[in-house]
């Protein structure tokens, strides 16, 4: 199968099919002539079907079965909506089985083509794929040229399950600029979805061309993908050229044993200073999403370099903030989904951890716990509407709770984080909680403005996120055009990451989908990378939005644990050991009220600018005798004492006189 063959006298061939780049390479050292070398060439990227740089109006097709599967659904790893017969299905399906049906693309310029890769259609109830087809090229859309191997036309070989890409490379490469599919055989119904690869060969200066260029960018920055090695050692040569900002350090291991790095951004790495805000990036919790994983990385690379070259922005950012980047926080996945690369696993692979985990949603579920106490009315005296305690019977031995988990839950609890957020992919958008959807329909936190705006605040600097005529990825627009969404309403969840970090700690979280291909070329990544950078420091710069300050008593010396409340909003906040806090709030004028065991409440009014900043607002509680009173109500057998029921002194002392339950 490897061995060149000679067809029709003139041209040659191999079966790319079979070898892999490394065994080409190997095979043409041997054989003599230059029919080897044209076949190992630099393979050109997809054209940016799976992405949507191509636009729904470049693609076009014979006939469709129906709307919902119409040429515009027949991109790689389309995915079909809740309810496979509306207008969101999962691939293009020809109206009928006519020999003569097809899918062409048009790239808007002269493109070189190497290759198309082929899905089947993504469904739970039909198995519909193309086994074999032919192809044709055009430079008019009129005159159609078909693929021949010298003496007939070339039948490739499609698919043989729905779910699989299969990758055909073109013996040799076609210069046109339409591309057209003609499925000849074929499982089930006439289905497919599809990627182009193609090289641009030239550049069509109008509005609808630029729409599909691959940006470069002006950072010189590691634009490629990287496996485990080669992200420790990107993140090792950060930390080399910026030793006083940066340090390298990791939360726990994966199911197999792989490290989960962090890389903290500080002006005084390792401590937590008083007053500095935590804040965190994570990505990678599903292996196959690797885009957020590649922005963190770039992240890492552009603080250091501007934080050197004195950028003022940068500089702000990193002596205010105390900054984690956790770029895979499922290594395990991750390793698995590049196996077959970028363009070749399907839209699972990888996704959960070793074990068969969806990490973000095997954390501990305290809506449900919340809500019950809130239909008792337990809350806030008996249940508390903040930092709720993780069940018991979650952390117990045996408990069916991913090892990852375990560590980010440890993580959580040794840094007061304030402001986080976790990429994932197959979308552009931004969720925030809650993310479980409650019975009575009523999905929206206490801090519901807040978190908008947070997500706002990223969306609206992505370059892309909130364009409306785009559309959704794989369904309708959800987010009816602003980008973002309430998690419940989009996709319930239950026991996620976002909704425990609200309910289990300081933390607001939120969910970052920054793209349509969870696992993008590496030509994309320079475009990517400009669409979110703007993005990825604004939303840094939030967490320093609202009020912060500190608790002391009357000596001075911190108080841990005392609550931070605001009046109309039914979610407090705890300080820090330092006796330190941050509240994120939206621009206005806040009565808050700081209080804690054996001190007396204290309250003042606060007001929060649109400016970045937050204000100062600083507590200091004086000592209260209730705990003193508990102690003798408690020895007293918990009855209320009264002045006319005192019988003998409680002490040698004065004696303490209480009400009496009725007075």
């Not at 079966?15 to 892999?20: A, I, K, L, P, S």
């Not at 969101?88 to 890769?117: L, N, P, Y």
């Not at 552009?302 to 956790?326: A, Q, S, W």
């Not at 407090?572 to 806090?581: F, K, L, M, R, W």
Request: charged share 20%; proline share 5%.
């Amino acid at each position: 199968a490897g061995k060149p063959k000679k067809t029709g006298g003139k041209k040659w061939e191999t079966d790319e099919n079979v070898w892999t780049p490394e065994e080409k390479i190997s095979k043409c050292k041997g054989m003599q002539g230059s029919h080897c070398q044209r076949n190992v060439r630099v393979e050109c990227p997809p054209i940016g079907m799976e992405s949507h740089r191509i636009e729904d109006d470049q693609i076009l097709s014979s006939s469709m079965l129906r709307h919902g599967l119409g040429a515009q659904r027949g991109r790689l790893n389309m995915q079909a909506g809740s309810n496979e017969n509306d207008y969101f299905d999962g691939a293009w399906c020809a109206e009928d089985d006519s020999s003569i049906q097809w899918i062409q693309v048009d790239t808007r310029r002269i493109t070189k083509f190497t290759g198309v890769i082929t899905q089947g259609r993504d469904s739970l109830l039909h198995e519909d794929f193309v086994t074999t087809f032919y192809i044709g090229f055009s430079n008019d859309s009129q005159n159609w040229l078909m693929y021949s191997n010298g003496y007939e036309e070339m039948l490739f070989y499609g698919n043989v399950d729905k779910d699989t890409p299969v990758m055909t490379e073109f013996p040799e490469p076609k210069v046109a600029r339409y591309i057209r599919l003609y499925p000849l055989t074929w499982n089930g119904s006439l289905c497919m979805r599809l990627e182009v690869l193609g090289c641009p060969l030239s550049s069509i200066h109008n509005y609808y061309s630029l729409q599909n260029e691959v940006m470069t960018s002006v950072d010189n920055l590691d634009f490629r993908h990287h496996n485990y090695k080669d992200m420790r050692q990107l993140m090792k040569v950060v930390n080399e050229e910026c030793p006083t900002i940066t340090r390298i350090y990791n939360i726990g291991k994966s199911f197999r044993g792989l490290k989960i790095y962090a890389m903290e951004i500080s002006d005084n790495p390792g401590e937590h200073e008083l007053g500095e805000p935590e804040f965190r990036y994570t990505a990678g919790i599903h292996g196959n999403e690797v885009l957020g994983r590649e922005l963190l990385l770039m992240l890492m690379q552009f603080i250091c370099k501007e934080f050197k070259d004195g950028n003022p922005r940068i500089r702000n950012l990193v002596t205010e903030t105390r900054i984690h980047l956790v770029p895979s926080l499922n290594p395990d996945g991750y390793e698995i989904a590049s196996q077959m690369g970028s363009e070749l696993g399907n839209w699972a692979l990888g996704h959960w951890n070793e074990e068969g985990f969806d990490l973000f949603e095997n954390f501990p579920d305290l809506n449900s716990i919340l809500w019950a106490a809130e239909e008792r009315k337990w809350v806030p005296h008996r249940v508390p509407n903040h930092h709720m305690p993780v069940p018991d019977h979650y952390l117990a031995e045996g408990a069916a709770v991913a090892v990852e988990v375990r560590a980010i839950l440890a993580w959580m609890e040794k840094i007061p984080f304030v402001l986080g957020a976790n990429f994932q992919g197959g979308e552009k958008l931004i969720t925030y909680p809650f993310n479980m959807a409650r019975p009575i329909n009523e999905n929206e936190t206490p801090d519901h403005a807040i978190f908008r705006w947070l997500a706002i605040s990223y969306a609206s600097a992505h370059l892309t996120m909130t364009e409306t005529f785009r559309g959704g990825c794989q369904d309708q627009d959800v987010t009816n055009g602003m980008g973002i969404v309430n998690g419940a309403k989009w996709k319930p969840q239950a026991g996620s990451l976002n909704d425990f970090s609200y309910l289990h700690s300081n933390c607001l979280e939120l969910s970052i989908y920054p793209g349509c291909d969870k696992f993008p070329h590496e030509s994309e990544l320079p475009q990517e990378w400009e669409n979110n950078k703007e993005s990825l420091l604004t939303f840094m710069e939030q967490v320093h939005r609202g009020i912060k300050g500190t608790v002391t008593d009357q000596q001075g010396d911190p108080i841990a644990n005392a609550s931070i409340s605001v009046m109309g909003i039914k979610h407090d906040v705890q300080t820090a050991s330092g006796g330190d806090y941050w509240r994120i709030l939206n621009p206005g004028e806040y009565r808050v009220t700081a209080k804690a065991e054996a001190y007396n409440p204290s309250v003042k009014t606060c007001s929060v600018f649109y400016d970045i900043g937050a204000t100062q607002c600083n507590f200091i509680l004086s000592r209260s005798n209730w705990k003193r009173i508990r102690e003798i109500i408690a020895m007293n057998g918990n009855h209320p004492l009264g002045r006319e029921k005192q019988t003998r002194p409680l002490s040698s002392g004065p004696q303490l006189l209480l009400p009496h339950a009725s007075h």
